[in-house]
């Protein structure tokens, strides 16, 4: 059974970095397309960064380009997200998810079939 086990995340001024880490565990053969989404206090969902499966094509949210950057260790089944710059608007729950669908990245949850447990990142200002 395929699992994903984050790390990283909690509290920091605002201007400081923070990297997340998300382990893929009972994975079967082949590579995984990965993606980060947030969800702030009381908001939807939302699409942060993702990477796909043979590490061609990554796409980020434009609140956070050019601070953030997704990447993947296919030989370690480890995906990380740096996240610098940090703004009080990044505070939210973040979840890595993974997918072995091909081509380009999905920004859409439901194209995710597997979910980290989700860890808090809070920003201060």
């Known amino acids: 059974q395929v699992q994903l086990v984050q790390s990283g995340g909690g509290l920091v001024q605002a201007g400081g970095s923070l990297r997340l880490s998300c382990a893929i565990t009972?994975?079967?053969?082949?590579?995984?397309?990965m993606a980060w989404f947030r969800q702030p206090r009381g908001k939807e969902r939302e699409f942060v960064a993702g990477?796909?499966?043979?590490?061609?094509?990554?796409k980020y949210a434009d609140s956070v380009k050019g601070r953030f950057t997704i990447s993947s260790d296919n030989t370690n089944d480890t995906g990380f997200l740096q996240m610098n710059s940090l703004k009080p608007e990044d505070t939210a729950v973040y979840y890595c998810?993974?997918?072995?669908?091909?081509?380009?990245?999905?920004?859409?949850?439901?194209?995710?079939?597997?979910w980290g447990q989700g860890t808090q990142v809070t920003v201060s200002s």
């Open positions: 998810a993974a997918n072995r669908l091909p081509g380009i990245v999905r920004t859409v949850s439901n194209d995710y079939d597997y």
């Open positions: 009972g994975r079967t053969a082949g590579n995984y397309a």
């Open positions: 990477v796909n499966r043979i590490n061609t094509d990554t």
